[in-house]
């Protein structure tokens, strides 16, 4: 038997020896002993080597478990997991990490894009889709091909590209337009000459300005919220009404500088231009809060494609699944259907959330803020119909139930192009009926980083990060076998320890602050720390710097150069300006 002079220490093998080792081992006859330490005993310079798998750490040999510490600034990683590019313990990939793209971005290449997307008309594409139709800068042949209706005069032109190719495409503000090559939106045909046919796209303007004090307002007027004499509202939508303000009777808005017919999601009071290249007709219809909206109209779920943010009174507006639902009388159109409303007589049953919604198939009821925040709804979200973990993999959270693979099963919910496993952020499993974070590496986040005050509020299990952080002290790894990464922080005054971020997918080349930028997708196309906001003409958008007001000047959450502005209500999140 090996005798040691050192105690906690393990005989890992034997060789033969001809004099005292100097690690305070005897030699005996049948061989030298190499020894190590065991997992959490004291260790120290002087003493032997922790045994493999731990290092010695803090006085004594351990190892990391997922999520914490390694590397230089930590020990080593326990049994299966490695230590990741932020330092951090994780499981072993053996993927090239963030050296792809994700649903909705840039592509030039079906290499560009992170398997299963494939890249089409130069986005990758979740390709269970069927497109039975070219959407906008989509290749073509004729006019056939395009999406939109003739009918309804919202199809798509076929016209010639840059490159030599056809595209589908209506024109822009100033590009030339002719009797096959029409205006988009909002424009019209201008000619130079008198019953000319060939022109240049623009809109039809008016001699009039739009003010608040105007008795009332006409497509084609020029206005500026921005103007001392409207005080910040828009003139077209907004009108004085004795002393006080009130919405016009017929609903236009401030567009480019002209008054404007409200268009796909916009408030509406009687009609709504119709969309480009979408082959339903445009309608003002009521919604669930009783406002009327202009919406694509449907006969069933089939019709209604994609999910978007329809609430634009808060920071964070969720992506909800677009259904064909009527809110009173017989038209039906695209937009979220309504499971659950705290505090209501008819919805107010929690046992709704959670689970599938009725006369709506492979849907499942989340619970969110809407509005002002004072209450909390849950809204049918899609999912796969097939019964498997989606947890991990990408998604699209622009996906409706059109999609087979990009959007996530019961299991998850689509978290910045990942699929995170579902929780619930103001339970947090406590009640036994809400789901929680299974992973102790992972936090329950709300993506909407409201006040928790409600009972109830979904999230998705992930790392909490820093947006102003070096990524590689952010906490955030790029994808294994997937995309980059960046922190995606939650604009809001968020209480308690809510996390100020979350990790996401990001642009392979983001765009820097100040430069110009279009969100097509979840990965918001700034880098991180920045987002794609307005810009100060009220039309194009840049990149612009995110901070915290509060911050200390020369702190990592205050702006380098000029001065942090808060957001509208919220005392810890602004833009550098």
């Known amino acids: 038997m090996w005798r040691v002079a050192v105690g906690f220490l393990s005989l890992a093998a034997a060789v033969g020896c001809s004099s005292k080792p100097a690690a305070k081992l005897d030699c005996e006859s049948e061989g030298c002993a190499q020894a190590c330490i065991i997992s959490g005993a004291a260790c120290s310079a002087d003493t032997a080597p922790c045994c493999p798998g731990t290092s010695c750490f803090n006085g004594a040999c351990v190892c990391s478990a997922k999520g914490e510490t390694c590397g230089a600034n930590g020990q080593t990683c326990c049994g299966g997991l490695e230590c990741d590019p932020s330092g951090h ?21 079906d290499a560009d894009c992170c398997s299963p997307a494939a890249c089409r008309d130069g986005f990758c594409a979740d390709t269970s889709v069927t497109a039975t139709c070219k959407q906008e800068g989509g290749s073509c042949a004729s006019p056939s091909d395009c999406c939109g209706s003739a009918a309804l005069g919202s199809q798509l032109d076929c016209v010639a590209a840059a490159d030599g190719g056809m595209v589908c495409h209506r024109g ?56 001392t004499v409207n005080q910040g509202y828009d003139p077209c939508y907004i009108g004085a009404q004795g002393q006080n303000l ?22 509406c ?56 639902v009527s809110n009173g009388g017989s038209a039906k159109g695209c937009q979220p259907q309504v499971c659950y409303l705290d505090d209501d007589a008819k919805l107010g ?3 709704f959330l959670y689970k599938p919604c009725s006369n709506h198939d492979d849907t499942l009821c989340l619970p969110r803020f809407y509005g002002d925040a004072t209450r909390v709804a849950g809204f049918c979200a899609a999912t796969r119909s097939a019964l498997i973990s989606t947890v991990g993999k990408p998604c699209d959270v622009a996906a409706g ?28 499993g406590s009640d036994g009926v809400t789901p929680r974070c299974d992973d102790p590496a992972l936090t329950c986040i709300s993506m909407q980083s409201l006040d928790l005050v409600s009972d109830y509020q979904v999230g998705g299990c992930n790392i909490a990060c820093h947006p102003f952080a070096k990524l590689e002290d952010s906490g955030c790894v790029s994808f294994c076998g997937g995309p980059p990464t960046r922190c995606n922080w939650i604009v809001g005054d968020g209480a308690g320890n809510q996390p100020r971020g979350y990790c996401a997918a990001a642009l392979k080349n983001p765009v820097a ?46 702006c380098p150069t000029g001065t942090c502005t808060a957001f509208d209500s919220l005392t810890r999140s602004g833009y550098c300006k």
């Open 89 to 109: 313990c994780g499981d072993i990939c053996s993927q090239p990490r963030g050296a792809c793209h994700s649903y909705g971005d840039p592509c030039a290449a």
């Open 172 to 227: 822009d503000k100033g590009e030339p337009c002719d009797t096959s090559r029409r205006c988009g939106m909002g424009l019209s045909c201008i000619s130079t000459v008198d019953g000319g046919t060939a022109g240049t796209c623009d809109v039809l303007k008016t001699a009039q300005t739009c003010v608040l004090t105007s008795s009332s307002c006409n497509d084609g007027d020029s206005c500026d919220p921005e103007a």
């Open 246 to 267: 009130g919405y016009r009777n017929t609903a236009r808005f401030c567009k480019s500088g002209f008054c404007a017919q409200p268009g796909l999601g916009d408030p």
């Open 401 to 428: 139930r059109e999609a087979k693979v990009a959007i996530c099963g019961t299991d998850a919910i689509c978290m910045g192009g990942r699929c995170a496993a579902l929780c619930d952020a103001a339970t947090l």
């Open 269 to 324: 009071s009687g009609s709504c231009e119709q969309a480009v290249g979408d082959s339903r007709r445009t309608t003002c219809l009521r919604t669930a809060d009783g406002s009327r909206v202009c919406l694509a109209s449907c006969a069933t779920d089939n019709d209604c494609r994609g999910a978007m943010a329809f609430d634009n009174n808060n920071y964070n507006p969720p992506s909800i699944t677009s259904l064909c």
């Open 349 to 351: 049953d929690p046992n």
């Open 513 to 558: 602050v100040g430069q110009s930028c279009r969100v097509a997708s979840a990965s918001d196309p700034c880098e991180s720390g920045a987002r794609c906001m307005l810009a100060d003409d009220g039309v194009s958008a840049v990149c612009k710097r995110l901070c915290d007001p509060m911050a200390i000047p020369g702190s990592r959450d205050a």
